[in-house]
């Protein structure tokens, strides 16, 4: 008898922030295993803010998620099967083959772990794609140099936390933004030198300018809106703005900078950053990453919801601030 997967379907496009009915979880047979193929049972899924983007029809750098058809995303999962040789039972793998419990896929899909005591769930965060965007982004796209003033928005996300503690390490003066109480107290704790509680923070000017008297060198930005009108205001001459994310826009509110001519007084560059142009460096990055955490140099939080039913909420909740660090679903 074939196995069975349970995964979660896009029922509908979402307009404006995404609720549990536009998604439904159903029971698919799984084919049966061909030679290259391997069967695997996910972990851990990984929940991100680019799925938003994916649940729209608009054109972008990856196609929209059919309607009625497995959404996608990362995973961590472990062999239940092979008819591959590079694959045994037991062996820990990640793939892009989320929001299901178990699948079928080549093993040319699939990546092993690397050999470290770590927990496997990193590899979806901090050692993951969204460590690799802080990496790439402070050290490919801003260059960021010691003693410069770092701002980064969304600072206590799985980006945010990576992007703080890496530029800590390279020498920066870094400033957080995030949306509680905790989550300020938190950033402290990896070193931020001064952390905004934005929804408590009638006037971003006036705080940017009492933290920033000097100007902000690089700006990470993960959010758009308000943030990043205050944040042009603040930049130093040549500053460099990293254009991560726009999260306070994905659910189709909000508009573009309003003071876009400071851009052209201050003479800033702004780039914007895709992660994947830079996976060609992930071994470099992976390599002093591991390292770090296997020392005790890096931390990484984490948001965990159990069970696949939970992975719609667990994705809403990303909108909503319900994270700190990676948010994940842990499957049993
Ligand atoms: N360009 C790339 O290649 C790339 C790769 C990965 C991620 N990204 C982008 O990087 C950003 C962070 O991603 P992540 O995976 O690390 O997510 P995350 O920061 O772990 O989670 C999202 C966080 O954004 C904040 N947020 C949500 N809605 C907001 C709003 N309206 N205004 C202000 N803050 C809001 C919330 O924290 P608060 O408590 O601070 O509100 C929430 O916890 C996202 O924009 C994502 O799309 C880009």
Redesign the pocket.
């Known amino acids: 008898m074939n196995a069975i997967s349970h995964q979660i379907q896009l029922l509908r496009r979402p307009t404006g922030l995404p609720t549990p009915d536009d998604f439904a979880l159903r029971e698919v047979p799984l084919p049966a295993l061909q030679e290259g193929e391997v069967l695997v049972t996910n972990q851990w899924l990984s929940v ?3 799925m938003r983007g994916r649940m729209s029809e608009a054109k972008s750098y990856v196609p929209p998620f059919p309607l009625n058809g497995p959404l996608d995303g990362g995973a961590i999962g472990v062999v239940e099967a092979s008819r591959h040789p590079d694959f045994a039972v037991g062996d820990r793998v990640s793939s892009m083959q989320g929001w299901r419990d178990r699948f079928v896929a080549n093993g040319a899909q699939l990546t092993r772990l690397p050999d470290t005591r770590l927990p496997p769930q990193l590899f979806l965060g901090a050692l993951g ?2 460590g690799m ?1 802080a990496w790439a982004g402070l050290h490919k796209v801003a260059r960021l140099q010691a003693g410069e003033t770092l701002l980064v ?8 936390t990576m992007a703080v503690q890496l530029a800590k390490q390279a020498g920066a003066r870094v400033i957080g ?4 109480a905790d ?1 300020v107290a938190y950033l402290k704790t990896l070193g931020a030198d001064a952390v905004i509680n ?1 929804r408590e923070t009638p006037d971003l000017d006036a705080e940017l300018a009492r933290l920033a008297p000097e100007g902000i060198h690089v700006y990470f930005e ?2 758009g ?1 308000a ?1 990043l009108d205050a944040a042009l205001n603040h930049m130093a001459l040549h500053g460099r703005i990293v254009l ?5 826009q ?1 659910n189709g509110q909000g508009s573009g900078p309003r003071n876009l001519a400071q851009v052209i007084r201050k003479r800033i560059l702004i780039q914007g ?4 142009d830079h996976w060609q460096h992930y071994g470099e990055f992976l390599a002093e990453a591991i390292l770090a955490f296997e020392a005790g140099a890096l931390q990484a939080e984490e948001t965990v919801s159990t069970g696949l039913a939970s992975m719609p909420q667990a994705f809403i909740g ?6 700190t ?3 994940l679903v842990k499957l049993d």
């Open positions: 991100d803010p680019y794609m969204p965007t928005s969304a600072s206590s996300g799985a980006v945010g933004s995030t949306g509680s989550k934005y993960n959010v809106g943030m991560c994310g726009l999260i306070a994905y950053l895709l992660v994947s990303l909108f909503e601030g319900r994270n660090g990676k948010m």
